[in-house]
């Protein structure tokens, strides 16, 4: 088996036609020209010459993932959905070393990514996660070119057009299941539209490069997904291989024209409410869900059956500077309000005193089933589903000139989970993609069908930014001048004040009061007494 693996998938749109002008395949080479569609690139290697290999051989499982803000297309066979930003998740063995990863990460995946060891991750039922705001991939596009340049020469302007991708992930799984990627670095990189004029290059004796370019032949909501096309593994085919093959996959998006919104309820304030408004036919897709319930003081890991058809869900990850109470996010669960109908889990920072600059981790997450809308009953009318979560945002450090401070806040990720009646083997895909994250909440042999956020996105060229933008109050540092001076004063108006009440009770009681245990005057006790006839 080749030690480096790299395959180069285009999911071509139907304008595209098969041409000795679009594509030129000879012995050594692939050229396209001007081809349109969605693209994949994967690359397989080993981490034998790496210095990080002791770092990175002591962890069962990782998984490095770079999403754009941009709200792109989720094309098939690609259609796992993740909230913006840097997503470290980490199954460490008992010798993990969690310096020496945190210094790797801002090394060679981006330096801004605020990692000091174990305390930096929150821990969740399957390891520990660590989400960043940032989505530059520059550092981790370089980190590849200067580690895999001598096995793949032309890896310098394939990292250039990488810089423009749309999600980007690096991971390692030592108990897959598949021995091609079985304890090797997987770095996959996706577009979901381009028009594509590139050559591929084939690889040394050690290095397979495959292309193929595929088209979908037929689709079954309720099972497998076929696509034909054209594969060549470039440097032992001077012809294509013509291909057809279906296969069970484990995300795909909704076929019904749902989509959903999320915004703060103005006026922010400190406690601002986080409404997501669906849309549309939200009807479940498919029959019968196996969800994993993480319950309890202990974080216990129950199955339990589910008593609707399919399973609404949705995915929230929220930064440190604002956070949800789990006793009141459970109350609305248990009255079944705010749309919400259980909670599956809370993880993280959900301390409710501390301001922003004691909290030690990154933020939270929270998992929660929501209550499908009813359809309407009159012919014509929208299914309407408002999703309201009541959030608190943490005291923040004081600004100059300003009484709000902006922060973006990611949109959450709403899916159906449903269950095959097969349940196939989904890690058969060629695509497959079983990450750590809300996946892991669930049965092995669960589909996840995404409700698109914003709209239906047909048009592939559409860009929106899934950012919540939410303005918190914070105090103006001009203002100390006044405020320091002026609670100095109120605080000795009090003192003040308290002395004042004092020494007029001293006044009314006629001085000292007798001590305890000092028998009283009885002349003086019948003076004061009662007057009798």
């Not at 009090?494 to 005057?521: E, H, N, T």
Request: net charge negative; proline share 7%.
């Amino acid at each position: 088996m080749a030690s480096i693996r790299q395959r180069h998938t285009f999911i071509v749109h139907s304008q595209f036609r098969d041409t000795a002008d679009t594509l030129n395949l000879s012995k050594d080479k692939l050229t396209l020209n001007d081809v349109p569609g969605t693209r994949q690139d994967r690359l397989i290697v080993t981490t034998d010459h790496l210095k990080e290999r002791d770092i990175l051989q002591a962890v069962d499982n990782i998984r490095i993932e770079i999403v754009s803000r941009e709200n792109f297309a989720h094309i098939a066979p690609f259609s796992r959905q993740l909230a913006w930003g840097t997503h470290i998740n980490v199954v460490p063995t008992e010798i993990f070393n969690w310096n020496g990863f945190c210094k790797w990460i801002q090394s060679s995946v981006n330096s801004e990514i605020a990692c000091i060891g174990q305390e930096s991750f929150i821990e969740v039922p399957y390891g520990y996660y660590l989400h960043s705001p940032y989505t530059d991939s520059s550092q981790l596009l370089s980190y590849i070119e200067n580690n895999y340049s001598y096995a793949k020469p032309d890896i310098v302007s394939e990292v250039e057009e990488a810089s423009t991708a749309n999600y980007i992930s690096l991971s390692l799984n030592k108990n897959s299941t598949d021995n091609k990627t079985a304890g090797r670095l997987i770095a996959e990189v996706y577009w979901y539209y381009g028009r594509w004029t590139k050559t591929v290059k084939a690889g040394g004796p050690d290095h397979r490069v495959e292309v193929g370019l595929l088209g979908k032949i037929a689709d079954d909501p309720q099972g497998e997904l076929t696509y034909g096309g054209i594969l060549a593994v470039i440097g032992e085919n001077e012809q294509f291989v013509p291909t057809l093959f279906d296969f069970s996959p484990r995300h795909r998006s909704v076929y019904q024209p749902a989509v959903y919104y999320p915004d703060f309820r103005q006026p922010y304030g400190l406690h601002p409410k986080h409404l997501t408004t669906v849309l549309g036919d939200i009807s479940p897709p498919r029959k019968r869900i196996t969800a994993i319930d993480v319950g309890g003081e202990d974080g216990e890991i129950d199955v339990s059956e589910a008593s609707t058809s399919c399973g609404l869900y949705g995915y929230y990850v929220l930064p440190n500077f604002i956070f949800v109470d789990k006793y009141q996010v459970s109350d609305l669960a248990d009255a079944q309000a705010g749309g919400i109908k259980r909670v599956v889990g809370i993880w993280g920072e959900t301390d409710l005193e501390i301001p922003v600059w004691m909290v030690e981790k990154w933020g939270s997450t929270m998992l929660l089933e929501l209550i499908p809308p009813e359809q309407p009953l009159l012919a014509g009318g929208m299914p309407h589903l408002d999703i309201e979560i009541p959030m608190h945002s943490r005291y923040e450090v004081p600004r100059w000139n300003t009484t709000r401070l902006k922060h973006d806040v990611p949109w959450p990720t709403l899916f159906w989970a449903c269950n095959s009646s097969a349940e196939p083997d989904m890690a058969t895909s060629p695509f497959d993609s079983n990450g750590l994250g809300h996946e892991y909440f669930f049965d092995p042999g669960t589909m996840f069908y995404y409700l698109h956020p914003n709209q239906t996105i047909s048009n592939p060229v559409n860009k929106t930014y899934l950012v919540t933008n939410l303005n918190i109050p914070v105090v103006p540092l001009e203002a100390y001048k006044y405020v320091q001076p002026w609670t100095v004063i109120v605080i000795l108006l009090g003192c003040m004040w308290i002395f004042y009440k004092a020494f007029l009770g001293f006044r009314r009681d006629g001085g000292i009061r007798k001590a305890s245990g000092v028998k009283p005057d009885k002349n003086k006790l019948e003076k004061k007494g009662p007057k009798t006839e």
